[in-house]
């Protein structure tokens, strides 16, 4: 009876130490850190559409993310993984554990992009920027950027189509494709075109593709914040007054040469919709992404009388205003001479 009584208690003993042991082990292989990633970054694993578990696996051997292989596979296999394979993008980070992980591959909860841009001037400019941080490549962007049906099933023209590009910073899907790219950035094209700045667009003789473009001037003219609704007012009144907007940027985007500093009578000869000393009114499409600051500039103008504006000869990056031609052209020889100091010529 007392041997009896020792085995079992011996054999609860081993039962207790294995069920530790494999409990420990089983914690160890779904929650303990497997991978070697940047503890900021963490590493964004992109599985294709179409992939299987090998090509998930090789992108991660490849890169030599995970510690251990072995407890990896074994759950992956437990948790059925293979037959569960999900496209997306996935950021794997430093802490996670490979439950946490392949439940989050599993369920196909991927990780979207932020998505910023600015600065752009050219549809080319836009495609390089964005067209490689999809699963589709800039190819497949540039084609429905220069598609014309595209661009009026979504109330554009060619020209304009970069309008509804608002610069900001998105959250997309990195399997997103070219179309759905576009609707998410029609869908927050018409929210900041709300009601209240439709009206203001209206009550100044614009729309809001019009006021963009005159936007897109204001922005190439000046980054000073606290300028741009001057800088606006000054072509809100040409305008008015049907004569020529004369702004420099705009020859210059039609030259296509931004390395342009002085804009010279031989480059005024252009033969260009985007020549603005040439033919009155708007040019035909932006020359380039206006910020979301130069677009209120414009629906909120300073009202006064100034009709021209020159850069200010201690390189501020603000401008002397004027109410008459004379003034301007005084305005503008102090700049002149200003260059001619710094040997900047072109």
């Known amino acids: ?74 759950l992956a296999k437990l948790l059925k993984y293979k037959e569960h394979v999900k496209s997306g993008r996935y950021v794997i980070k430093a802490k996670m554990g490979n439950y946490e992980l392949i439940q989050k591959l599993r369920s196909g909860e991927q990780d979207a992009i932020k998505l910023t841009f600015n600065n752009i001037r050219l549809k080319k400019d836009l495609i390089h920027k964005i067209g490689n941080k999809f699963s589709f490549d800039s190819t497949a962007l540039e084609k429905v950027l220069t598609d014309t049906v595209t661009a009026q099933k979504y109330g554009f023209t060619n020209e304009t189509f970069m309008c509804m590009f608002l610069p900001n910073t998105y959250e997309v899907f990195w399997t997103s494709t070219p179309d759905e790219l576009l609707a998410t950035m029609k869908t927050w094209y018409d929210k900041f075109w709300t009601d209240e700045r439709k009206r203001k667009a209206q009550e100044i003789g614009l729309d809001p593709i019009k006021a963009q473009i005159m936007a897109s001037i204001v922005e190439a003219e000046t980054k000073k914040v606290d300028e741009k609704p001057r800088v606006a007012g000054v072509y809100m009144n040409r305008l008015r007054a049907v004569m020529p907007l004369g702004a420099d940027p705009t020859v210059i985007f039609a030259h296509q040469d931004f390395g342009i500093k002085r804009v010279t009578k031989a480059l005024l000869q252009i033969d260009s919709p985007y020549n603005t000393y040439k033919y009155t009114g708007l040019p035909p499409g932006p020359i380039n992404l206006p910020d979301l600051a130069s677009i209120d500039a414009v629906l909120n103008f300073e009202k006064h009388d100034y009709m021209y504006f020159c850069a200010k000869e201690d390189f501020s990056g603000y401008h002397n205003f004027a109410v008459e031609y004379t003034d301007h052209l005084n305005n503008a020889r102090i700049y002149q001479e200003a260059l001619n100091k710094r040997n900047i010529m072109r």
Do not use: C, H
Not at 31 to 38: A, R, S, W
């Open 1 to 74: 009876m007392q041997k009896n009584s020792k085995l079992i208690r011996y054999v609860f003993i081993a039962f207790m130490l294995f069920t530790t042991m494999f409990s420990y082990y089983i914690w160890q292989i779904t929650k303990t850190p497997n991978y070697q990633v940047d503890e900021k970054k963490g590493f964004a694993l992109l599985i294709p559409k179409g992939a299987s578990f090998e090509t998930v696996w090789d992108s991660l051997r490849v890169n030599k993310i995970v510690k251990d292989e072995l407890s990896f596979k074994f």
